[in-house]
């Protein structure tokens, strides 16, 4: 190494020791007076702190947010029966208005609902998402034959 790297190198921490011991041979006056000090409220002088009394505890310490506790109630408030449609009843239309499919994932939204290959609508199950078609099949008991049915995306077909 060079000599005046090492200069450099040293030449900060001998200024640093050069100026710590000026400061301390130079007696600093403090910034503010005594009458400031005082008036800014605070005084260099002993500070002497009350001491501190005992605290009592209040035995019915209660939380400061209510919980209102709401029995369980049945589910569902109206018999199944009447929710379900009856075998005369229309079926509901389905409608698909948006098809996704990506890499290890599709989904599509069916009347406003987000659905995904294996949901279920009604007794109908998602079996395949495709890009512009969902194919339904329908739950009915073992022994029968299952029907299907393909919705296509809105707007085409």
Request: hydrophobic share 45%.
């Amino acid at each position: 190494m060079g000599r005046s790297k090492i200069i450099l190198i040293a030449l900060p921490f001998l200024l640093i020791i050069v100026s710590l011991l000026t400061m301390k041979l130079i007696n600093f006056k403090p910034a503010l007076t005594l009458e400031e000090m005082r008036v800014a409220g605070f005084v260099p002088e002993r500070i002497e702190l009350p001491e501190r009394g005992r605290i009592a505890a209040v035995k019915d310490l209660r939380s400061p947010i209510e919980i209102v506790k709401v029995p369980p109630q049945g589910f569902p408030p109206v018999p199944l029966s009447a929710m379900a449609p009856q075998n005369g009843e229309k079926p509901v239309e389905l409608k698909v208005s948006m098809i996704v499919v990506s890499e290890g994932r599709r989904m599509a939204i069916m009347n406003g609902l987000v659905v995904n290959e294996g949901d279920s609508i009604g007794r109908m199950r998602i079996t395949k998402i495709e890009r512009n078609r969902i194919l339904l099949t329908e739950h009915r008991e073992q022994n029968t034959e299952q029907r299907t049915r393909w919705v296509y995306l809105q707007g085409i077909k």
